[in-house]
């Protein structure tokens, strides 16, 4: 069999292959910018456990979801009500890791589209609430931290 007729066969099947690979460093490249831009529930518990400063956990939900439970310590910064003037006490020397519910929610995107149009530098928490529960992380369930009011 020829050469080529025995790499058609090795990855004429394969999904994975059909498109090669990128070589490492492009691939290291990639890897390390996606790095820059989320985090995970795991990275964030452990900066919160250690009292790791430089770091804002925000909660992008509405003011009800995160009555109902939050990452401990988050403050709570509906993406609808993100704006100049909302945002002007905020430090600007610190990271910003938005959140919402999980996978099927967008507020913490939109709310890490907002800060970083204001110039804020944002990370993006992988899976929200539902990553950092299937965890077992704590959760807080308090009266509000809410420093932006909601939309009305």
């Known amino acids: 069999m020829s050469e080529r007729k025995n790499e058609s066969l090795i990855h004429g099947a394969s999904r994975v292959l059909a498109n ?9 490249n990639h890897f390390r910018s996606k790095l820059s831009f ?19 956990v925000v909660d992008a939900r509405t003011p ?35 959140y ?16 970083t149009a204001l110039g804020y530098k944002v990370k993006e928490m992988l899976d929200g609430m539902e990553g950092w ?3 077992g992380y704590p959760i807080e369930e308090t009266f509000m931290k809410m420093i932006i009011p909601a939309p009305k």
């Open 133 to 135: 529960r299937k965890e």
């Open 100 to 115: 919402c519910d999980g996978v099927f929610c967008n507020a913490s995107t939109k709310a890490a589209a907002k800060l």
């Open 20 to 28: 090669s690979p990128a070589d490492p460093s492009a691939a290291n």
């Open 64 to 98: 009800e979801a995160y009555a109902r439970g939050h990452v401990p310590g988050a403050i709570s910064m509906p993406h609808r009500g993100i704006d100049s003037s909302t945002t002007a006490s905020l430090p600007r020397d610190q990271v910003f890791v938005t």
């Open 38 to 56: 989320e985090t995970d529930p795991s990275d964030v518990y452990h900066d919160i456990t250690n009292k790791i400063s430089g770091v804002i």
